[in-house]
């Protein structure tokens, strides 16, 4: 099992900028890729951004640009740098590790990010 706890959302007014902070636990060994999804209210969960074992990262085609993920992969932690915030950034947002030779999706609890216009 991989345990995800995640940190740094809240509201922000259009334009600024806020830092989400996602830390691993448990068998830690086993991710091979981490990243950021978010789901805002009655929307279905869409990937914000991924980042491999490897460095290849991936982003959604809504916030290129503005947010930045990044890995440490000795302190097991991933973040997103959100910039230049849309109130339609306004989702929770979820850390997502992939592990395990079956790629089992790991999920921490969620964190509100509010944008206001």
């Known amino acids: 099992q991989v345990q995800l706890v995640e940190s740094g959302g809240g509201l922000v007014q259009a334009g600024g900028s806020l830092t989400l902070f996602c830390a691993a636990s448990?068998?830690?060994?086993?991710?091979?890729?981490m990243g950021w999804y978010r789901q805002a209210a009655g929307k279905p969960r869409e990937l914000v951004a991924h980042?491999?074992?490897?460095?290849?990262?991936t982003y959604a085609d809504s916030v290129k640009g503005r947010f930045t993920i990044s890995r440490d992969n000795a302190k097991n932690t991933v973040n997103l740098q959100m910039n230049s915030l849309k109130p339609e950034d306004t989702a929770v947002y979820y850390c997502?590790?992939?592990?395990?030779?079956?790629?089992?999706?790991?999920w921490g609890q969620g964190t509100q990010v509010t944008v206001s216009s």
């Open positions: 997502n590790a992939i592990g395990g030779v079956t790629m089992m999706n790991y």
């Open positions: 448990g068998r830690i060994f086993s991710i091979n890729a």
């Open positions: 980042s491999t074992n490897s460095g290849r990262t």
